[in-house]
């Protein structure tokens, strides 16, 4: 089982209390996947949250990788707010530890709970804005010679 220690390095999770940490634990689920297995493929349907206790993940949206997230990072935060199907495919690239929590479970402890509501839909927007600037830094390196075509 996964310790609150562990909950204080990871981004979502560092400004909690160990009160609020402790109901967290409460309702997350370890799984294991080997590696090549997948997490969760572009449009199922979304019903948790996920977070890498270790190892990465790859990020696909059809061929295209999006992203390779690691240890801490949190996986499915956008159909956690709009409640949509999956944006894009989950691969575990090595043998993997990864903690899910149920969305209605998390939602149930944030409608109980103010202060963890305010902090989850903090962290999820600061990780959010973080991802956005990171893909537009890749798409204007890579299509940068593309302006002189113009």
């Known amino acids: 089982m996964v310790q609150s220690y562990f909950f204080k390095n990871i981004y979502t999770f560092k400004e909690f209390t160990e009160d609020e940490i402790n109901k967290?634990?409460?309702?997350?689920?370890?799984?294991?996947?080997?590696?090549?297995?997948?997490?969760?493929?572009?449009?199922?349907?979304?019903?948790?949250?996920?977070?890498?206790?270790?190892?990465?993940a790859m990020i696909k949206k059809g061929s295209m990788v999006l992203s390779i997230l690691t240890q801490g990072e949190c996986i499915g935060e956008i159909t956690?707010?709009?409640?949509?199907?999956?944006?894009?495919?989950?691969?575990?690239?090595?043998?993997?530890?990864?903690?899910?929590?149920?969305?209605?479970?998390?939602?149930?402890?944030?409608?109980?709970?103010?202060?963890i509501a305010s902090k989850i839909y903090k962290s999820i927007a600061i990780i959010l804005s973080k991802r956005l600037v990171e893909i537009s830094n890749t798409i204007e390196t890579r299509f940068q010679p593309l302006k002189f075509l113009c």
């Open 24 to 56: 967290i634990i409460q309702i997350i689920n370890q799984i294991q996947l080997k590696t090549g297995e997948k997490l969760f493929s572009e449009n199922d349907e979304s019903d948790a949250l996920y977070i890498i206790i270790n190892s990465s």
């Open 80 to 115: 956690f707010l709009n409640k949509e199907k999956r944006t894009a495919t989950v691969t575990a690239i090595e043998d993997s530890e990864i903690i899910k929590i149920k969305y209605d479970d998390l939602y149930r402890l944030m409608e109980e709970n103010s202060q």
